[in-house]
């Protein structure tokens, strides 16, 4: 079984930055970001598809960088220009096979999150 582990979440001024990152035990297809704030649905963030190209968010386009390969190694998410609105628990996941990754909302892996607060 493949583990996912975040770290790097905290808190931050608005207009900080923060480093998100996802250790990966194992081989993974696709993988990506999710956030998500008590009593709203979970939010896509940020995807590294099977072909290895990027989705954004069009709320964290051009502020938010992921990084990864889908292979063993970490997954990360580098914020910029946070804002109040980006405070939420985020969480990375992961598709072990093709078939999971036939959406963000297939994905089989999860971690168990890291909180960002973002304070004005």
């Known amino acids: 079984q493949v583990h996912l582990e975040e770290s790097g979440g905290g808190s931050v001024q608005v207009g900080g930055s923060l480093r998100l990152s996802c250790a990966v035990s194992?081989?993974?297809?696709?993988s990506g970001w999710f956030r998500q704030v008590p009593g709203k649905e979970r939010e896509e963030v940020a995807l590294?598809?099977?072909?290895?190209?990027?989705t954004y968010a069009s709320f964290v386009k051009g502020r938010f960088t992921i990084s990864g390969d889908n292979a063993k190694k970490p997954l990360y998410l580098q914020m910029d220009s946070l804002k109040p609105e980006d405070t939420a628990m985020y969480y990375c996941?992961?598709?072990?096979?093709?078939?999971?990754?036939?959406?963000?909302?297939?994905?089989?892996?999860w971690g168990q999150g890291t909180q960002v607060t973002v304070s004005s």
């Open positions: 996941a992961a598709g072990s096979s093709p078939w999971f990754c036939r959406s963000s909302r297939s994905y089989n892996l």
């Open positions: 194992g081989e993974i297809v696709c």
């Open positions: 590294i598809n099977v072909d290895r190209t990027t």
